[in-house]
């Protein structure tokens, strides 16, 4: 990757999904036309469905809401011979603490966003566009309602998608602010008027979703890409990141650009859009400018809140897909979240049980009582009641709740619990009677270790 860095041995910004951030009214029409908007999908238009999928295939694009599924293998996984109705339902519902990289797409490019969604329906067969977007957006809401009214009297959306035979229309559904939501069948029950509780797989959404029809279901940012993968080729875009590793099978690399971001104890927050292959310390010190004045990165959270910790000696390590999951992590939302030398770890632990425990739907047992339970654990721990024996307790916890329930909430709250417990046992240990005097150590003990 050192080729891709400049002669300052900066690695450099690449502009394709948000080449219009700076731009004025960049989310009226008159200047998104300006800018190329709706080009490609009047190119997309002339071609074949089959030949669109082919494309997205070969640009190796993988979902960009967190789960890196190859978003072509999805997109054909879309019943062709079905005679019910086809739905898109793109999940804007961004919740994910830490994460706002879509709400920049959604703010000050809807029309990108917009052009992504008819290019995916066209392909997929797909009549009706469903925008879920989280209830805490209203800007977010009232861009993208813009966009449709815009569209919709400029002929590219509605009965005659730019004049051609492709039949399609578009609407903002408004979430409650619930974070199970983002999970996609438990948006898709939201989006039906229903309790927002995930559903059991299989039958998957792409042959039964959205009121019983075949659906698909895709990330702001993922079809955001597929204009430009339009635009320049599928291969352009795999061959922009990370390569597939030749001798790893599971390592699909990571191809084209990703919005990136930062915030927590870091000097300058932001999002900022990359090809894969920027390391974690390169995104803090030369975007974010490093810890705040007189502080030190003591732990970074690559992805949301949801991924396993890293501590400052394993930040360099490049933002894929792969590589952060070989180091133990994973890459998540790309939105990382930056932790201080003043950071009390154990209260950090009880503030992600708290969100975890809140926001758990309290449909599976193990998370409904496992959540609450590891919240209960973390505050006794604080309070400086707690025991040696609530970290092995806590380990059995873990295995009882990863992996055992119908999503990956439950999975999502153990992931970063464990790993800063492994990672600083010694601050747990120094608030216990009798331990206070505990050496800092990243040294694993209890059970469930390895």
């Known amino acids: 990757m050192a080729s891709k860095r400049d002669k300052d041995g900066r690695y450099p910004e690449t502009k394709i999904l948000s080449k219009n951030f700076g731009v004025k009214d960049s989310w009226t029409l008159k200047v998104a036309k300006k800018n190329g908007a709706y080009k490609n999908l009047e190119k997309a238009l002339k071609m ?31 019943p062709t011979e079905s005679d019910k109705p086809k739905y898109l339902v793109l999940n804007a519902d961004e919740s994910e603490p830490g994460t706002f990289k879509d709400r920049y797409l959604m703010e000050l490019d809807p029309h990108l966003v917009l052009e992504g969604c008819l ?13 879920y977007v989280r209830g805490e957006y209203p800007k977010s809401q009232e861009r993208l309602w813009g966009a449709i009214e815009e569209a919709r009297k400029a002929g590219i959306l509605g009965k005659s998608v730019m004049g051609s035979d492709f039949a399609c229309e578009a609407y903002v559904h408004t979430g409650a602010g619930a974070y199970i939501c983002g999970e996609e069948t438990g948006m898709l029950e939201s989006l039906e008027g229903k309790r927002g509780h995930p559903r059991i797989k299989p039958p998957f959404p792409a042959v039964e979703g959205a ?82 004045d007189g502080r030190k990165v003591k732990a970074v959270i690559p992805g949301g809140l949801s991924m396993p910790v890293l501590t400052a000696d394993e930040l360099d390590v490049p933002m894929g897909f792969d590589a952060l999951v070989k180091v133990g992590s994973g890459l998540g939302t790309a939105t990382a979240i930056v932790m201080d030398d003043s950071r009390d770890m154990v209260e950090v632990c009880e503030n992600i049980a708290h969100f975890f425990a809140d926001e ?48 990956a909430l439950a999975d999502a709250a153990v992931w970063p619990l464990r790993s800063i417990i492994r990672k600083f046992r010694h601050e747990f240990l120094a608030k216990m009677p009798g331990h206070e005097d505990a050496p800092a150590s990243t040294e694993t003990a209890g059970v469930g270790a390895s």
């Open 48 to 78: 074949a469905p089959a030949d669109i999928i082919e494309e997205v295939k070969t640009s190796r694009v993988r979902g960009r809401g967190g789960a890196g599924f190859p978003t072509g293998v999805k997109w054909g996984f879309v």
């Open 211 to 292: 009121f019983g029809c075949p659906t698909v279901i895709n990330n702001v940012e993922t079809l955001a890409h597929v204009p430009c993968i339009i635009e320049n080729g599928g291969q352009w875009f795999a061959d922009m990141g990370i390569q597939p590793d030749p001798d790893n099978p599971r390592a699909m690399g990571s191809s084209g650009t990703k919005l990136m971001g930062l915030s927590g104890d870091i000097k300058t927050p932001g999002v900022w859009e990359f090809e894969f292959g920027i390391t974690l310390r390169e995104l803090i010190e030369q975007y974010g400018e490093g810890a705040l």
């Open 360 to 407: 758990s739907c309290g449909q599976c047992t193990p998370c409904r009582e496992g959540c609450h339970w590891m919240e209960k654990i973390f505050a006794r721990i604080q309070g400086g009641e707690g025991t040696p024996a609530d970290l092995d307790l806590l380990e059995r916890l873990f295995i009882n709740i990863e992996g055992r329930t119908i999503c």
């Open 119 to 131: 290019i995916c329906a066209y392909a997929c067969g797909l009549s009706t566009i469903y925008i």
